[in-house]
T-cell receptor, first 114, second 112 residues
């Protein structure tokens, strides 16, 4: 089975632009979580979606939004990009309905804001 | 809010030597995860611990959760170049969401 996939791999944007990142979970996983990892730090939780509903939100501004589609894939949108948004964006999928909530991560999207 | 502190922040070990990485939580741990990350890449799941005193092993890596469930250690035996990377501990941060709170990581380098 394929693991979590993310696209694009790398992205370069300028300040003020908008970006959309995509994630496809492991087959059968209904939960997708998004994390931001700034260089030298651990990942920070942004959002979780389960069965197409937002289940959790981290301490990020409203410029960050996400959604989950009927096939459980997800998009993370960031508006009005700032230099500080430059980071590795990680997507993770899990199956909380199975009683275990281990999250499996994708390879990430490296976003550079100039 | 819960915080995880990892030590050491970085480690250089001679190939073949053993090493230990520690993760200390500011609150009781109800689920503790260990992940490995190659530089700039995604996280690879290693192990999850839930019960106080629990110990799990995979190949040459062993992780333990202490009885009081506020500290975990990751031990690598006879280190190899393939063990190099960043090791991250994470804790279940919210019972209502799939949210992991991560430590800042330990960067491990293996010297041939």
């Amino acid at each position: 089975d394929a693991g979590v996939t993310q696209s694009p791999t790398h992205l370069i944007k300028t300040r003020g632009q908008h970006v959309t990142l995509r994630c496809s979970p492991i087959s059968g996983h209904k939960s997708v979580s998004w994390y931001q990892q700034v260089l030298g730090q651990g990942p920070q939780f942004i959002f979780q979606y389960y069965e197409k509903e937002e289940r959790g939100r981290g301490n990020f501004p409203d410029r960050f939004s996400a959604r989950q589609f009927p096939n459980y894939s997800s998009e993370l949108n960031v508006n009005a990009l700032l230099l500080g948004d430059s980071a590795l964006y990680l997507c993770a999928s899990s199956r909380p309905d199975r009683g275990t909530d281990t999250q499996y991560f994708g390879p990430g999207t490296r976003l550079t804001v100039l | 809010s819960q915080e995880l502190e990892q030590s050491p922040q970085s480690l250089i070990v001679q190939e073949g030597k053993n090493l230990t990485i520690n993760c200390t939580s500011s609150k009781t741990l109800y689920g503790l995860y260990w992940y490995k990350q190659k530089y700039g890449e995604g996280l690879i799941f290693l192990m999850m611990l839930q019960k106080g005193g629990e110990e799990k092993s995979h190949e040459k890596i062993t992780a333990k959760l202490d009885e009081k469930k506020q500290q975990s250690s990751l031990h690598i035996t006879a280190s190899q170049p393939s063990h190099a990377g960043i090791y991250l501990c994470g804790a279940d941060g919210d019972s209502s969401a799939s949210k992991i709170i991560f430590g800042s990581g330990t960067r491990l380098s293996i010297r041939p």
